[in-house]
């Protein structure tokens, strides 16, 4: 810790306030707040707070950590249907590759606590952004898949260190009147990230080697924060914890413009790092007493709670398989499938910014709970949609007849299962109102070079033309197959490898889209917002580092299992999305009762919103700020 400094301050000498002989007073509860108007200014007890271009700056390269977080998870889902061909992946490998990112980023988000309260804000973002660039450079010219597996490892360590500490660095920095604002902004710089994926991954999808440039492009976002990041300053409450009460004066003035009145905000700030650095007694320590003291223990288990509500009803199952999913609805076509992707990566980022709109208006209680209402509705919808394609899939037909190279491919008696197989494909004939008929499950042939050909069937033969063409494949009951059955002539032959035909992609691709906007304006952004809100400083490392956990240990199950489960006969994709849907209303039920509004109040509230124990108190009355007497002029004492 720095040693003790005297600085200035109009001229007068400023006292350490966290020194032993001054005492700690409830000055740290005022309020600043008050009424904005039309020009971005925020009237504070007599003073005005304007917002400055340089909070925007600082926002925006504070959100660049955001867009890396969205871009990674937006590139997998586009970038996966090359690499499973390219390196002939299996269900795990697929899944790993995935998960190996969100494991490290659940590790260096639990680090990220004690490196906040070490080095500080700034060079935990400074680091952060050069690990994810030279990640995303080994991802772009590995040769081998375990390379390609370090590469994403080490790209998870920048995204968990970043996803940490970026909203905790924008609350700190930012005006009450627009914290939340600001710090929705994050969020839609992840969908940003996730949209820009998106179309990088369409635009190199036909392209020779495409998915080494969605990989690597990565590295100019992350390069550009660092850059950044070497001019712009520590977090002000940082400093003042670590006694450069100067220097922390300097950055806050500099934040809230040269003309703002900022000592009453920086004597709060001082009067919170007061009682930080009275009870800061290491992270283990600092855990140890966030569950003892009951205000900071339910404040804890409310923010994991909106973290894993986050993740468990399957945002990222979308996100990092949406490509895969919409193949999975029906659609042919990889390129196909990579826009549709991007359509509703498109769709996130716009209702995003509803969220960003509505936070300082709806409030974040509402936002949580309402998103959460209509991502239920969405989920059932899938697994409806999962549901009818899966009881009316073509079935698949052998005639006896025919030639085969794999036999474990005939054991599938219809196409769902068949299309699992990532060695079978589904052959049929399309006819012209789009049915499946004379459909059989066949192997994928191989290349010289051994790879998959998932364009051909095994049994494929150039010279078959029963339909007057070449054909992929050869269907059930045709002339090449010796069959006796009836053969229909009047479609072509499709071969379906990863899909099926379905009359149901249009409700499986509609249920995505209201997911999406459903889930974008609350329970994306919110549980981030809120979480950057909810702790004392003397927690707030830690607190936001544990529940950044909470939020990748989550995405990790998810990940990890989803492809898995939905390959289950048990289960199957309908039954994955019903046990979302599951999981979603649980959340809403224990939320309701346990989460309070936190619009409108300063970092130095937060212990006040959950003084009271849940049973026996009604958490709706935290719901309006001014119920509960928190944006008063007043000084409280405990």
């Known amino acids: 810790?720095?040693?003790?400094?005297?600085?200035?301050?109009?001229?007068?000498?400023?006292?350490?306030?966290?020194?032993?002989?001054?005492?700690y007073s409830a000055v740290g509860r005022t309020s600043i707040t008050g009424s904005v108007n039309g020009g971005g200014e925020v009237k504070s007890n007599g003073s005005e707070q304007r917002l400055t271009a340089f909070v925007y700056l600082l926002t925006f390269f504070s959100a660049l950590g955001g867009f890396l977080f969205g871009y990674d998870t937006g590139v997998v889902s586009g970038a996966m249907l090359k690499l499973s061909k390219e390196f002939d992946l299996s269900t795990w490998q697929e899944e790993l590759l995935v998960s190996i990112t969100i494991a490290a980023a659940a590790v260096a988000s639990a680090i990220g606590g004690v490196l906040n309260d070490w080095l500080?804000?700034?060079?935990?973002?400074?680091?952060?952004?050069?690990?994810?660039?030279?990640?995303?450079?080994?991802?772009a010219i590995a040769h081998q898949w375990e390379v390609l597996l370090v590469g994403r490892l080490i790209v998870g360590l920048g995204i968990g260190l970043a996803s940490m500490t970026v909203p905790m660095y924008i609350s700190e920095a930012a005006p009450l009147h627009v914290r939340g604002t600001l710090i929705t902004l994050n969020n839609m710089f992840i969908t940003g990230g996730q949209f820009v994926a998106s179309s990088v991954d369409g635009l190199f999808a036909n392209v020779p080697n495409g998915w080494r440039y969605m990989l690597g492009i990565g590295a100019i976002p992350s390069f550009i924060q660092f850059v950044g990041f070497l001019f712009l300053p520590e977090s002000p409450r940082f400093l003042v914890k670590q006694r450069k009460f100067g220097m922390a004066q300097q950055v806050l003035q500099r934040i809230r413009g040269s003309s703002a009145n900022i000592d009453k905000e920086f004597q709060s700030i001082q009067d919170e790092c007061l009682q930080s650095t009275v009870l800061d007694q290491g992270a283990f320590n600092t855990m140890v007493r966030m569950f003892r003291s009951g205000p900071v223990r339910r404040a804890l288990f409310v923010g994991c709670l909106l973290q894993a509500c986050q993740q468990l009803t399957g945002i990222n199952t979308l996100m990092y398989y949406s490509a895969s999913i919409v193949k999975m609805a029906g659609v042919e076509d990889d390129t196909k499938a990579i826009w549709l992707a991007a359509a509703v990566a498109a769709g996130n980022l716009i209702f995003t910014m509803v969220g960003v709109y509505l936070v300082e208006r709806t409030g974040r209680r509402k936002l949580?709970?309402?998103?959460?209402?209509?991502?239920?509705?969405?989920?059932?919808?899938?697994?409806?949609?999962?549901?009818?394609?899966?009881v009316q899939t073509p079935l698949a037909?052998?005639?006896?007849?025919?030639?085969?190279?794999?036999?474990?491919?005939?054991?599938?008696?219809?196409?769902?299962?068949?299309?699992?197989?990532?060695?079978?494909?589904?052959?049929?004939?399309?006819?012209?109102?789009?049915?499946?008929?004379n459909g059989t499950c066949q192997a994928v042939r191989h290349t010289a070079n051994g790879k998959l050909d998932t364009k051909h069937s095994a049994l494929f033969n150039s010279s078959y033309t029963d339909f007057g063409?070449?054909?992929?494949?050869?269907?059930?009951?045709?002339?090449?197959?010796?069959?006796?059955?009836?053969?229909n002539t009047t479609g072509t032959v499709a071969w379906a490898y990863d899909y099926c035909p379905t009359r149901y992609a249009w409700l499986i691709v509609a249920a995505l889209v209201l997911y999406i906007a459903m889930f974008a304006p609350g329970m994306g952004p919110m549980p981030w917002t809120i979480n950057a809100e909810l702790y004392p400083l003397w927690a707030r490392s830690t607190g936001n580092s544990a529940s950044t956990f909470v939020n990748w240990s989550c995405n990790l199950v998810i990940s990890m299992t989803f492809l898995s489960i939905s390959e289950t006969h048990t289960v199957g994709r309908a039954g994955a999305f019903w046990i979302y849907l599951g999981v979603a209303a649980l959340c809403w039920i224990v939320l309701y009762r346990v989460l309070p509004e936190t619009k409108g109040r300063s970092l130095e509230e937060a212990e006040k919103l959950f003084e009271e124990p849940w049973f026996g108190s009604d958490v709706s009355k935290h719901s309006d700020p001014d119920q509960y007497g928190l944006l008063r002029n007043e000084n409280q004492d405990d």
């Open 368 to 390: 949580m709970l309402g998103s959460l209402i209509g991502v239920g509705m969405a989920l059932g919808v899938l697994g409806v949609g999962f549901y009818l394609a899966r």
């Open 1 to 23: 810790m720095a040693s003790q400094a005297n600085d200035s301050r109009n001229g007068e000498e400023l006292p350490d306030p966290l020194s032993a002989s001054v005492e």
């Open 120 to 139: 500080g804000r700034r060079p935990v973002l400074i680091m952060a952004s050069l690990v994810f660039t030279g990640g995303a450079v080994l991802m």
């Open 469 to 487: 063409e070449d054909v992929p494949c050869v269907p059930a009951f045709s002339e090449s197959s010796a069959g006796s059955g009836a053969l």
């Open 397 to 437: 037909l052998y005639d006896g007849n025919m030639p085969t190279t794999n036999s474990s491919c005939t054991i599938y008696g219809s196409c769902n299962w068949c299309t699992m197989d990532k060695h079978c494909g589904f052959c049929y004939v399309r006819d012209g109102n789009y049915k499946a008929l």
